[in-house]
């Protein structure tokens, strides 16, 4: 554990720059977050939950620079029929996003509803994340409720017809983000979430997500392009009975991305699958960390995650299911493993257990190793170059993960994106 006058002297001087919004209905839950916040101090590389990862750039006052790239390639999700939501360095453009109205949803910006007092996002905002800071602290996601003062509040009525997607784009090579989302599913509704945009120089995103009985959210992001940014971000999840919460989440480029998941099912039936796929190439560092809580009856989660390294890259994952007194019937399945394309690259893994029913179905598996040397004779004895053979290797090795899409048109065109970017590194 660090040092905590350290951890309150990074705190203090992190903090410095930064403005507490006042006002509205939001303001009780900022002002606990914030004291959360100080108590628990910002994380250090000696804290365990960081001991894989180097938190230092996200603690740094200095806002680290991010070049910002250029490139001809279609954005991601750009053939698809969706309402448009964008964010440029962290702040909302209302010139190039979309009429917020759709039927079966209604979507308004963080900005505004919270400088009224009364709102429907009052018994969400701030308090999945509370929630999720026990038995694990997780300060960035308290910093990110107390300081947001942008993003969208979604509440989900009906059956959209089409997806939302939320859309972030660079344009400062200096820019600090803090963005915060809402989003409540009501019984029976059902949504489709897109995200995709490197967002900042460095980004500090938090989605609380509250699906009712019955209902059904859809969340598939990808996380690239600009390399040189950093990023946390974390989604908070509470699942009624029979409801479904399925997210997907790619990443190629960045030097550092941490993402955290923690998810509650707290209704019996209820299901959740959480996935990810990412390519790293030289300084490049990716960590998944998920927690999944079952608290009621016949409930199933899944994890998988795939993680493709070379060049030095590093990826991390740690993942964990705890199972309550009560919640028989739980089948958890957990799967983290990595492709290390040579020797210099390093996969780090903490898959755990925890179990208190006596009638479960709960499983963990972490591997990591080389291209498939028999696949590999398979393919060059059929005339496949050799580079065109690791691509292939490669994408079969990912598809698990990108399976866990339910729309086949999204997984596609996701699958198509790695074979380009594969291919752009050969």
Not at 198 to 211: G, H, L, Q, S
Not at 302 to 313: D, E, S, T, Y
Request: aromatic share 6%; glycine share 8%.
């Amino acid at each position: 554990m660090a040092k905590p006058e350290l951890k309150h002297s990074a705190t203090q001087a992190r903090l410095a720059g930064l403005t507490l919004p006042a006002g509205g209905w939001s303001e009780p839950a900022r002002r606990d977050a914030l004291s959360r916040l100080i108590a628990m101090g910002l994380p250090q590389r000696r804290d365990e939950y960081w001991k894989y990862t180097r938190p230092d750039a996200l603690v740094d006052p200095a806002t680290p620079f991010a070049a910002v790239l250029t490139s001809d390639e279609i954005p991601l999700f750009d053939h698809v029929d969706r309402l448009q939501i964008v964010f440029v360095d962290g702040v909302f453009d209302a010139d190039a996003s979309d009429d917020l109205a759709l039927q079966g949803v209604v979507i308004e910006r963080l900005a505004e509803t919270a400088k009224s007092e009364i709102h429907w996002a009052k018994a969400v905002y701030g308090t999945l994340e509370a929630r999720g800071q026990k038995p694990v602290e997780r300060p960035f996601a308290a910093m990110n409720t107390a300081f947001a003062t942008d993003g969208v509040v979604i509440h989900v009525t009906g059956k959209p017809s089409k997806p939302i997607n939320l859309i972030y784009r660079h344009r400062s090579e200096s820019s600090d983000a803090i963005l915060h989302h809402v989003i409540r599913v009501d019984t029976g509704a059902e949504a489709t979430i897109l995200e995709n945009g490197p967002a900042a120089a460095r980004f500090n995103k938090c989605t609380e997500i509250d699906v009712a009985d019955g209902g059904v959210l859809h969340h598939v992001r990808a996380q690239g392009r600009d390399h040189e940014r950093r990023a946390v971000t974390h989604m908070f999840a509470r699942l009624g009975e029979e409801s479904v919460f399925k997210s997907f989440t790619l990443t190629v480029n960045g030097m550092l991305t941490r993402n955290e998941c923690v998810i509650e099912l707290t209704g019996d039936n209820a299901v959740t699958h959480v996935a990810g796929a990412c390519v790293g190439d030289g300084d490049f560092h990716h960590d998944d960390t998920v927690f999944i809580t079952h608290d009621a009856v016949n409930c199933e989660s899944r994890q998988v995650f795939k993680k493709v390294l070379r060049n030095g890259a590093t990826g991390v994952f740690q993942g964990k299911i705890l199972v309550q007194p009560g919640a028989q019937k739980t089948d958890g399945y957990q799967i983290s493993q990595s492709l290390l394309l040579d020797e210099d690259s390093q996969f780090l893994a903490k898959p755990e257990l925890e179990i208190y029913a006596d009638d479960v179905a709960c499983s963990h598996g972490s591997t990591s190793g080389a291209i498939d040397e028999d696949a590999m004779f398979y393919l060059r004895s059929r005339g496949v170059p050799e580079s065109t053979a690791t691509d292939l290797l490669t994408l079969a090795f990912l598809a698990e993960s990108v399976d866990e899409i339910e729309n086949k048109a999204l997984a596609d065109d996701i699958l198509a994106r790695l074979q380009g970017w594969l291919a752009r590194r050969r």
